[in-house]
């Protein structure tokens, strides 16, 4: 009930194409959703995030989906961008007292020139 | 830059040793979390501190261990290193009752256990 699933495991997207990673839970307690984008010996950075009680969420190239009754999120990367070569993981936190975060697998995209 | 630093940057042990980890928390923040990332997977949550106790634990034996001081850094502690301890150890600070609920990650400790 505290796993995150995310798919795909890899992802290649040309220049300029529109690059989708899906994520789903089952713990209905998850409260907020981050995004982060890790690079190659550096820590995640936060990407983007939503609470349930939105259905979509918007910056820049970057969308969050929302899907409460699915109980499924993704994330949209508009335009990808190589710089945007990257590992993504989408994951969830914990509703209680503090900033337990339960992560996916990671999807590793790589957006060819 | 997050605010969030970490040292050593890497580390090499032998297995049975025991290792410190530390972290600095962005200013400001009262809380520090610490996960632990294999290659090539998410990161798993290990334990948080808040107000200097543990707030949190995850599915880590207790030979992970840890600390948080009055200025809020943190230490992990990991006693009789196994080779599967052989990670990227992430710290990650945050305010909790602050209006966000942002979490920054530090650039992490890389641990080889031989």
Redesign the interface.
């Known amino acids: 009930q505290q796993q995150v699933k995310?798919s795909p495991q890899s992802l290649i997207v040309q220049k300029g194409g529109i690059s989708i990673i899906n994520c789903a839970y089952e713990n209905t307690a998850f409260d907020?959703f981050?995004w982060?984008q890790q690079f190659p010996?550096?820590?995640?950075?936060?990407l983007i995030?939503i609470r349930p009680d939105v259905s979509e969420k918007k910056e820049g190239r970057f969308t969050i989906s929302f899907n409460k009754s699915a109980k499924q999120f993704s994330l949209h990367i508009m335009d990808s961008q190589p710089g945007d070569s990257a590992t993504y993981?989408c994951?969830a936190?914990v509703e209680?007292?503090?900033?337990?975060?339960?992560?996916?697998?990671?999807t590793r995209l790589s957006v060819l020139p | 830059e997050t605010g969030v630093t970490q040292s050593p940057t890497h580390l090499i042990k032998t297995r049975g040793q025991q290792v410190t980890l530390r972290c600095s928390s962005q200013s400001g923040h009262n809380t520090v979390s610490w996960y632990q990332q294999a290659l090539g997977q998410g990161p798993q949550f290990i334990f948080q501190y808040y107000r200097e106790e543990e707030n949190g634990r995850g599915n880590f034996p207790p030979r992970f261990s840890g600390l948080q001081f009055p200025n809020y850094s943190s230490e992990l502690n990991v006693n009789a290193l196994e080779l599967d301890d052989s990670a990227l150890y992430l710290c990650a600070s945050s305010l909790v009752g602050g209006r966000t609920d942002t979490q920054y990650f530090g650039p992490g400790t890389r641990l080889t256990v031989l």
């Open positions: 995310q907020y981050p982060y010996g550096k820590g995640p950075a936060l995030a993981f994951a936190r209680n007292y503090g900033q337990n975060f339960v992560f996916g697998p990671g």
